[in-house]
């Protein structure tokens, strides 16, 4: 995990304001659902997604390199390699 240096207060509602240099990097816009995870001692916040990266797909899906991608894509990628 890497370090940015940056450090937030949580206010009095309990909420945390993400840095927009954070945001453009992770490409997080308004109004955008994120995922909140607990891992130990951490808090992770990973931007929401539903469906396969390519067509949206949300059943059967699995990830690669934190993409989801569904079994149709896989093998329409596949067909392209071969």
Do not use: Q
């Amino acid at each position: 995990m890497k370090s940015t240096g940056i450090v937030r207060k949580v206010d009095a509602l309990g909420r945390v304001v993400f840095p927009i240099e954070m945001r453009k990097t992770m490409n997080i816009e308004l109004k955008n659902p994120v995922e909140i995870y607990v891992e130990g001692d951490k808090i992770i916040f990973k931007k929401y997604n539903s469906g396969c990266h390519f067509c949206g797909n949300a059943e059967g899906n699995t990830y690669y390199k934190d993409k989801l991608i569904c079994k149709s894509c896989v093998e329409k990628i596949v067909e392209n390699f071969s």
